[in-house]
């Protein structure tokens, strides 16, 4: 499964919206109705999926899907393509 994909899965079930709202552009909290916690409970599951850690000012810097795209390659995590 793609990199890509994988994330779009992991928002859509933790924020409980479809994959037409997932666009690279949507922001988690204007588009996709995200609160802090529902931030913080995505974030703790990418992690867990992609063994990484996100610092708490680079979670200040992620506010789109594209955010967290960037995010995971900089981290050095592979899209699989599986």
Not at 50 to 73: A, G, P, Y
């Amino acid at each position: 499964m793609k990199l890509e994909d994988r994330i779009i899965e992991i928002i859509m079930e933790q924020l409980n919206v479809t994959r037409e709202e997932c666009v690279s552009e949507a922001s988690f909290i204007n588009d996709l109705g995200a609160d802090s916690l529902d931030l913080v409970e995505l974030i703790m599951e990418m992690e867990e999926t992609f063994d990484v850690t996100v610092s708490d000012d680079e979670l200040e810097k992620v506010r789109t899907i594209q955010d967290v795209f960037d995010f995971l390659k900089r981290k050095g995590v592979k899209d699989t393509g599986i």
